[in-house]
């Protein structure tokens, strides 16, 4: 089990950016694949992007790729999610999971540890 806390998330006009942080804690964060999935008031919870364990590959929603860019910093324990050409529809909490094992996987269920969630606000 890994413990995660999100940072980074707060208010922001459209067109601009921000950058989410997962801090991990635990020596074996190198062995566990990374997502980022989002919810907004109403609406289901979706995902956003993944990370494999080494940071070698990655996957988008169609809806946020080529704004969006997923990385891990392993030596650090943490995950990064920058935001560019941020949308009004990209307000939502944001919330950072992790799954020992298995690489590719884009559905909520599959991943058993969960950070709290950090707000993000996009002004229209």
């Known amino acids: 089990q890994v413990q995660l806390v999100e940072s980074g998330g707060g208010l922001v006009q459209a067109g601009g950016s921000l950058r989410l942080s997962c801090a991990a804690s635990g020596r074996t964060f190198s062995t566990y694949a990374v997502a980022w999935f989002r919810q907004a008031p109403g609406k289901e919870r979706e995902f956003v992007a993944r990370i494999s364990r080494s940071g070698s590959s990655t996957d988008y929603a169609d809806s946020v790729k080529d704004r969006f860019a997923i990385s891990r910093d392993n030596g650090k324990n943490t995950v990064y999610l920058q935001m560019n050409s941020l949308k009004p529809e990209d307000t939502a909490v944001y919330y950072c999971?992790?799954?020992?094992?298995?690489?590719?996987?884009?559905?909520?269920?599959?991943?058993?540890?969960w950070g709290q969630g950090t707000q993000v606000t996009v002004s229209s």
């Open positions: 999971a992790a799954r020992p094992g298995g690489d590719y996987f884009f559905a909520a269920r599959e991943y058993n540890n």
